[in-house]
């Protein structure tokens, strides 16, 4: 005989259980139908190029042992974005784990290992588009993983020791997710599917939110990791380049090439800018307005660019401070001279 | 089950539908997704014969109804923001529709094929498109794998679970991420045995 | 005649120093049945790992194991692979492709053979592994004890001559435990079976060595071994309650 607190229980457990599986962790990315023809071309080229450049890296430098370990890490990170952090009320934080990856087998296998689980998500979950595959993976595999990593080894070289490899991680972590999200609103605004303005101030603002639960994630499971098994984080794993400069100056490139063609055109508001001079001065013409970008036409909400340009100071300033979090968050976790003598310096 | 939990429908029943050829459902799935994504909003006739040729080929396949309801939901949080974010423009209102429907039809038409047809028939396909070695390699492992790293998971965080006795965030994420690292850790000895297993039979 | 395996002063250390095996030698005769016994941690697995040449990981050998009467060095460590079929612990660590026939034709195919021999071969391999007609099933999808004998189809795929074993019955229940031990009756191939499984030693194997701390303490017949409770107990185990018991099977 069940109570009508019983019940009660049961039914806000099924609730819960729905609500997980409508979850956040799909957010970014983007299902068919959200981005057109010559954006879905545009990005399956780059993501080509980004995925190609990195097999061909691992190919060459990963020892024959570590294969599967691609294949495991991939799974792994599957596994891991299915666990639930709890934040308040119903919601909770999830990995993506670009950044985790990276630090762990180094960016070119990370790239691989997060277009792995991109593919299997899109084809045996039906998570993310077909056609979309290719900015998915451009956003979260090559410029949120590349990105993050190369703002993960310029930190850990300015702070080595452990501390600051859980500074760096939990900083890079969040800026990969602010970043993926620009090309992400980049590429929705290109498709005229969703304004640039609103695009972007929304797309980043949640995302600046969410990136803290990326970067604290990573942070804490990358130290687990490091107090389990310090071998498998430092550089004599193997799979770590000492020097991978060389290859994240080709992502860089890959990634400003996205940038270019999707963000760009429209973080310039110049031409929007020089339109309202120049009808102030009487001139008819839209000759300011630039070939590629072109915004929704007929709409014209006031304050908007005001919105933009909010946004991106908010995005600077959220970036200092969640360095200054990430720094005290190595401190209070990380004992001081913690497993120094494993870390060879990166 | 962790089948449902996930979302995917594994029980594949023999249908017409999943009798036909992997490679032949992926070239119509990727012709219709990409008609679809190119036809402009106001191309309805595709639209309906796309719906229409969807209608038959869940019948045909005897996918049940309210796991495709229960997938479709999926999809509603992006409607729904694209609607809410768009609602600020009024001349991009109708766009929205076109969106709306163009995103069901292309995921409905994916989760038609990935419900039919065997994950290794489909990778089968993708390596026949020449997507390189490693990369299918590393799909494959992928996929035998997650199910037992997903129900390893499981286990560690329900051990975990019942020795905190902290209700406290801090002490829930810190016991979270150490399952999460562990979870790492016995990938990469996995990863490792299986290693050895496939040299204990011959690949080089 | 030359023995199937031959072990001749096997020694070996673990990275942080610690010595896994120290001197060990045994011989296994062609067509002989020889189950290794040991305590947790006595190095079985790892001994195993040797004959396959799996350990030490930078093929640096003193000729220390002979499979076949033929040392086992880097140049011939494809033909040992071969002849040596090698049971994992964990079957899901052996199981790593989606499908069971996928599985087992995993070691022809590296074999080189044709397309048509590789199929004849897994055919064969899973009717003798009591798996006939599930080569279309996805090996997560498997019991427990349908995981062991897909793991052993995979490896009489291969057809070799020698079959060693890491825990074959550990985790099955009664019913699959007795389906194993018929099927590795029915193989006539050598076999060395490492496990904690005593009864099985007894109804499969007709000799016993014991394991202790990386040295061998005792090898001979399993009656009069097994029998032997005192040396049972110093080294971790106990006389199995078959042989306590007269039972009639």
Not at chain 1, 202 to 229: D, F, K, P, W
Not at chain 3, 158 to 176: A, N, W
Request: proline share 5%; with cysteine; charged share 15%.
């Amino acid at each position: 005989m069940r109570s009508g607190r019983d019940q009660r229980f049961r039914r806000q457990l099924k609730r819960r259980a729905s609500t997980e599986r409508l979850r956040e962790r799909i957010i970014m990315h983007i299902p068919d139908g959200f981005i057109d023809g010559k954006t879905a071309a545009t990005t399956a080229v780059l993501a080509a190029a980004g995925v190609g450049l990195a097999l061909r890296q691992v190919r060459r430098r990963l020892a024959p042992r570590r294969v599967p370990l691609l294949g495991l890490a991939a799974a792994f990170l599957f596994a891991a974005q299915m666990v639930n952090f709890p934040v308040a009320g119903g919601t909770s934080g999830h990995l993506v784990g670009g950044v985790l990856v990276a630090a762990l087998l180094g960016p070119s296998a990370a790239i691989v290992v997060l277009t792995t689980v991109l593919i299997v998500q899109c084809f045996l979950f039906a998570d993310g588009g077909v056609l979309a595959l290719g900015a998915n993976i451009f956003n979260m595999a090559i410029v949120g993983t590349a990105g993050g990593y190369a703002i993960y080894r310029v930190m850990c070289r300015a702070m080595p020791g452990t501390r600051g490899q859980v500074a760096a991680v939990a900083f890079a972590g969040w800026c990969s997710t602010v970043l993926a999200s620009i090309c992400c609103a980049g590429q929705l605004a290109w498709s005229g599917t969703v304004a640039w303005p609103v695009a972007f101030t929304a797309m980043t603002s949640v995302h600046m939110a969410i990136g803290v639960g990326e970067g604290l994630i990573s942070a804490l499971v990358l130290l687990a990791i490091q107090r389990a098994r310090p071998d498998l984080t430092s550089e004599v794993n193997g799979t770590e380049p000492s020097r991978p400069w060389g290859e994240l100056v080709r992502y860089g490139l890959l990634a400003a090439v996205g940038v270019a063609v999707f963000v760009a055109p429209f973080a310039c508001s110049w031409p929007d800018g020089l339109e309202s001079v120049a009808a102030k001065l009487g001139f008819e013409h839209k000759t300011v307005q630039s070939a590629v970008s072109a915004p929704a036409a007929g709409y014209r909400v006031p304050g908007v660019h005001w919105a933009v340009g909010a946004t991106a100071l908010a995005g600077a300033a959220g970036a200092v401070i969640v360095f200054g979090l990430a720094l005290l968050l190595a401190r209070s976790l990380v004992r001081e001279g913690e497993g120094d003598t494993h870390l060879t310096k990166p | 089950m962790i089948d449902d939990w996930i979302g995917h429908y594994h029980r594949h029943r023999d249908s017409v539908v999943s009798r036909l050829p992997a490679a032949f459902k992926l070239g119509v799935a990727l012709a219709m997704i990409v008609g679809t994504v190119l036809a402009p909003p106001t191309a309805v006739g595709w639209f309906a014969g796309m719906a229409m040729l969807l209608v038959f080929a869940v019948a045909l396949g005897r996918l049940p109804l309210l796991f495709l309801l229960k997938r479709l939901a999926w999809l509603s949080p992006f409607i729904l923001s694209v609607a809410l974010v768009n609602a600020l423009q009024p001349a991009a209102r109708g766009s929205w529709l076109a969106v709306a429907m163009k995103s069901t039809i292309c995921l409905l038409t994916i989760i038609v094929v990935s419900n039919t047809t065997p994950f290794s028939r489909i990778l089968r396909v993708l390596k026949a498109a020449h997507v390189p070695g490693l990369l299918i390699t590393t799909i494959a492992l992928m996929h035998r794998y997650l199910f037992v790293l997903v129900e390893e998971a499981e286990r560690m965080r329900r051990a975990r679970a019942s020795r905190t006795f902290k209700r406290q965030r801090r002490a829930r994420w810190q016991a979270l991420s150490t399952v999460v690292g562990q979870l790492f850790v016995r990938a990469s000895e996995r990863a490792e045995r299986i290693y050895d297993a496939m040299c204990a039979r011959g690949w080089k | 005649m030359n023995a199937a395996i031959q072990v001749t002063n096997l020694s070996y250390r673990y990275h942080d120093g610690t010595e896994a095996l120290r001197a060990v030698s045994f011989p296994v005769a062609p067509g002989e049945c020889v189950g290794l016994l040991g305590p947790n941690g006595s190095g079985k697995s790892t001994l195993l790992l040797h004959l396959n040449g799996l350990l030490p990981e930078k093929l640096g050998w003193n000729g220390a194991v002979q499979i076949l009467g033929q040392p086992i060095s880097p140049d011939n460590i494809e033909t040992v692979r071969r002849q040596v079929g090698f049971v994992f612990q964990d079957p899901d660590d052996q199981l790593f492709c989606p499908s069971v026939e996928e599985d087992v034709a995993f070691g022809p195919q590296q074999l080189g053979l044709s397309e048509t021999e590789v199929n004849a071969r897994v055919q064969k391999a899973l009717a003798q592994a009591g798996l006939a007609g599930f080569g279309h099933r996805a090996t997560h999808h498997l019991s427990h004890g349908e995981k062991r004998r897909a793991c052993l189809a995979g490896v009489l795929a291969c057809e070799p001559s020698v079959l060693v074993l890491d825990e074959p019955t550990s985790d099955l229940d009664p019913r699959g435990r007795r389906e194993f031990k018929a099927l590795l009756r029915g193989i006539a191939a050598t076999k060395l079976i490492a496990t904690h499984d005593l009864e099985l030693v007894v109804e499969l194997c007709s000799r016993a060595i014991v394991l202790d701390r990386g040295a061998v303490v005792a090898d001979g017949p399993v009656t009069d071994l097994l029998n032997n409770e005192e040396l049972m107990l110093a080294h971790g185990l106990e006389r199995p309650h078959i042989l306590r018991h007269h039972h009639p099977h």
